[in-house]
């Protein structure tokens, strides 16, 4: 158990819909990041925050956002969502936000079905 | 952009065979991590290179960070069924500091 925890653990919806993947990282980590798992395209970086700021952006679409609250949770928003979106959604959390530099400790993920 | 590459995409070994994958990144990295997904499960960390031509070992598990840190390395010595799973390599991006994976080598290991 890595202590980062992502609720629902599965989530089945439809195509044009929109979800919230939530995200409580360890207990003293400040940093936050989202991942998208797909088969085809391995684990690909949405997006960091730090401290409750955004602090990296990687392959994000624009249909998706995020954001860190002052208790340092996190939720990904995905809306009008296509089926190319299915795919396993995982948080991580650090103690710094240096990234790449980090140990990242996963959560268990969240799998998004759209049919 | 910046990329990073394993090979190979899938190994299938008899228990008790050595394992090697390789990582192999476009630009010099600061750092090279590597995780381990288990069938079902989540990346757990394993461990973190940071020297040029660092080799650390963790049990049956050899790392290897190359001279130039550019490449990597993960052999593992007499592999078990619970070597299971796919492994990812990771360094950093050039700009963000934000970590690139491998595309990951699944292991499968036939008792």
């Known amino acids: 158990d890595s202590g980062v925890t992502q609720t629902p653990k599965h989530l089945i919806t439809a195509t044009g819909q929109r979800v919230t993947l939530r995200c409580s990282p360890r207990?003293?980590?400040?940093?936050v990041y989202w991942y998208q798992q797909s088969l085809d395209q391995g684990l690909q970086f949405l997006i960091q925050y730090y401290n409750g700021e955004e602090r990296a952006k990687g392959n994000i679409l624009e249909r998706f956002s995020a954001q860190q609250f002052p208790d340092l949770h996190s939720e990904l928003n995905l809306s009008s969502l296509e089926l190319g979106d299915s795919a396993l959604y995982f948080c991580?959390?650090?103690?710094?936000?240096?990234?790449?530099?980090?140990?990242?400790?996963f959560g268990p993920g969240t799998r998004l079905t759209v049919l | 952009g910046q990329q990073v590459m394993q090979i190979p995409q899938y190994q299938h070994v008899q228990e008790g065979e050595d394992f090697t994958t390789y990582c192999n990144s476009s630009t010099t990295l600061s750092n090279i991590q590597w995780y381990k997904q288990r069938p079902g499960g989540h990346p757990v960390f394993l461990i973190q290179l940071v020297k040029s031509g660092e080799v650390k070992k963790q049990k049956r598990l050899t790392f290897q960070f190359g001279e130039a840190k550019k490449n990597s390395s993960l052999h593992i010595t007499a592999t078990q069924t619970t070597d299971v799973g796919t492994y990812f390599c990771?360094?950093?991006?050039?700009?963000?500091?934000?970590?690139?994976f491998g595309q990951g080598t699944t292991l499968q290991v036939k008792p």
């Open positions: 990771a360094g950093p991006g050039s700009n963000t500091g934000k970590l690139i």
């Open positions: 991580a959390s650090s103690v710094e936000g240096r990234g790449g530099l980090d140990t990242q400790y």
């Open positions: 207990s003293g980590d400040l940093s």
